[in-house]
């Protein structure tokens, strides 16, 4: 019996990988590189639809792990039913942060500073002068404080923010301050400037982010989405920004990739990037090394890291 491991980098570009397993390239193709039912370890691949990813788990009666390449795991969970008891599930914690928090800085400094009216004035040749709002002095909100929440934070205090809060599924207390629980939501929302939007997709949070979300946000305030595209209710945020009420910076859209007519391209107060978060030159150099230290535990037999759920186990 082969213990194979289902790679979506060819596992000749990536240096150290641990001798014993018959690495096994799929990236998604038609055609499964060997029987998936002996596939031991499973990283499922990166940027791919939720149908494809979960597409082999059916059939891989023995395998061990399923490894993500993305933060969240979303895309995986449908086919979980599928596999036997005792599977771990591990995600990519320690891949994206860095890149992340680039954007989500990117895209609120962007937002607020006007850089997209500045690109279009360039085009006409057109000195667009004027104020611009600051992220200097403003209060800023955090939905969502996991690994890329703090590294969002690390990046936002050079900026010189008034405040900044912090909301997770648990309360709990950090060094920069107290993580409040999602419950006092409804009372933090119209204190903040700025609400970030970096929690995982699940039931609790699927359209958080909904009509009565945004009604409490104060008028004029940005919301920023770097989470999963169905943590708003895209309905109840273009009736907000169609008003002028609010303004969004989004990378990750409901539906998504969002299509050509939707009226979300062209609603006032905007901006758009197309899940741009995570693909970044930082991406395949630290894939590779949690690969490989992944690997190499699990062929030692040593705890992995990042293990999220483990099938059959209790929840909760």
Known sequence: MTADVWLPIPPDEIEGLPEGPEYRFWNGAE???????????????????????VRPLARMSRVEVVQTLSAGIDHV?????????????CNARGVHEASTAELTLALILSSLRGIPDFVRAQERGEWLGGFRPALADKNVLIVGYGSIGSAIEDRLVPFEPARVARVARSERTTARGPVHPLTELPALLPEADVVILSTPLTE???????????SRMKD??????VARGPVVDTKALLAELESGRLTAALDVTDPEPLPRAHPLWRAPGVLISPHAGGPTSAFLPRAKRLLVDQLRRHVNREPLRNVILTTGAPTG
Do not use: H, I, Q
């Open 31 to 53: 055609d499964f590189p060997a029987d998936p039912a002996d596939c031991a370890f499973y990283v499922v691949p990166y940027m791919k639809p939720s149908p494809l990813c």
């Open 220 to 225: 004029g305030a940005l919301l920023v989405n």
């Open 204 to 214: 609790t949070t699927r359209g958080l982010a909904g009509a009565d979300f945004l």
């Open 77 to 89: 969970e449908p086919g979980l039913g599928r596999l036997r008891p005792g599977v771990r599930l």
